[in-house]
């Protein structure tokens, strides 16, 4: 969907923009728009499915090129499993507290190979790929530092596309609820206006609703109704995943229905799993199973990343572990600085420098405490659920 | 001879990047960009010659608006794989919005694969031959 040029909403072209692109800050006013026809204007749409194409480049191969400037030993030696199995928080952990975060997300996003189907059409689960561990036998552990070598008696292993999809579907319940208590207050006759602002099509990319959200030929409401999609990432879900673009109650009924009965059918699934597959730890966790059923219209949009490897635990304590010893590493570098001879105005640059860095990797390992934070409650609270349906 | 790479340094193996990736991947996804420039910047600081990293922190800075640093972005992913496809559609792309029909190159670059890719850049490329 591109913006009306003859709107006289597009007059108003905030500095810095591109026609039908939301461009905050930079960019070059009006010179796409003069360079290019309106039909090549709608070719390059804002939003594209970039991701998916990414995850179709990087994890279409089974075995990624090797990439330069990692140790060429992809094997971590036996003193890093023992290191790791000892201490399950890494050290960096002190460094800086987890933010506050949103919820666990409900959609896994890396790309075996790249969807081409339609978001509507129910996709056929693939077969998970065979892991290193046979089934049924104990689960390895979950790779603490990309090995997958270390039993771990006791530990049951969840199957990770239920895992998964009972993740979205919870979430999805929850989201339908509020919307369903009228937390979102969404009310079509809003939607509308956005949708004639539009030229008329049925969705609004995120683009058109950034502009939307700043355009003051609009009515506030219809504004206030942009910024508040925006700023909900599954209420865009949402938005993008209906076919006409209007949301009524008794579509969100519908969804609420099918959500349910999704959960029912894969907290069964979950528990027959405990236990009894074992083996998703693999070699380095990159190599989760892949294959999503998905396919019937989830609220998170999940089609977008159906048949993809799904994000787990499995390996990332051991990235983490890699992680504080990065930030250790440039501790050291900025602790050893005024030994290295350098002249204050040296000094001052490479300390900024460190520091930037050492800060990067700080939030690096922030958002990566969190996300296992997330994980492990999403995993408790299906196992605790498991658990329950096998009583 | 380069000095190591940090990764080098500590034992960070491509397999941890690419988890760490796909969560970088997840956030973005899920439209919480800045938590997902939080994680490739992180990453990239371990391994500056990651072309996935710099592909995938381009589309985050492009979901940002920002894309002239979303273009450096896929310059470095291109410099370090020059054929890596999904640089080179979101560069082509970039160019031609910015007015510049060299990005024509970039995406006739790839509009051969059998790809989602370059499916997308031979949409583009024949909507510019028609024109």
Redesign the interface.
Known sequence: MRINTSDAAIQNVPEGS?AG????????TG??R????P??QS??KTI?????????????QDK?P??????AA?E??AE?SKEVKKKQTPEGAKTKAPTS??EP?S????NEK???TNRDEPVKADAPKETSAPSGCVAPAPAPN?TGSEPVAHKPTLDSVSQRELDRANSDRDFLSRFENGEFDLIESRYGDLLGWGKGDAKLS??DL?WAAKDNSLSASARDLANQILKD?RL?NLMDSNSDGLITRVEIQALRETTEAKIEKLEGTSSTAMGATGGTGG????QAPAGATGGDRSVSGGS??DGL?P?TMT??P??MD??S??ID??MQEIADLPNQGLSEAKMNTASALLNQ?LQ??I??????M??VSNLSKMYAEISSNAIRNMK | MSSP????????????????????????????LE?AA??F????????????VH??YG?VL????????AVREFERAID?DPK???AL??RG?LK????DRAGLEDLQAVSSLK???G??AR??VS??AS?
């Open positions: 591109e692109n939301i461009v905050p800050h930079g960019g070059q010179i796409f003069d360079a290019l026809p039909e090549i070719t390059l594209e499915p970039f991701i998916q194409m990414l995850f179709g480049t990087l994890f279409s990624a090797p990439v330069k400037g990692y140790p992809a971590p030696s890093t975060k949103p997300k959609k896994p996003l890396v790249p969807r081409t990309g995120r683009g950034e990432p865009f070699t380095d966790g990159s977008a990343t490897p994000t390996g990332m051991g990235a890699r992680v010893k990065g590493a440039i860095r990067a990797l939030n690096l390992q922030q958002n990566m969190t996300m | 790479t940090l990764a080098e340094s500590i034992n960070f193996t491509q397999e941890q990047a690419k988890l760490i990736i796909q969560a970088g991947c997840d956030l973005l996804e899920s439209g919480e938590a939080d994680v910047k992180g990453l990239l600081v371990i391994n500056p010659h990651d072309p996935f592909a995938a589309l492009k979901e940002q608006g920002d894309d002239s640093s370090e890596m496809p999904i559609l979101n792309i031609l919005k910015k007015g790809s989602s890719i499916e997308r949409e583009i909507s510019f024109h």
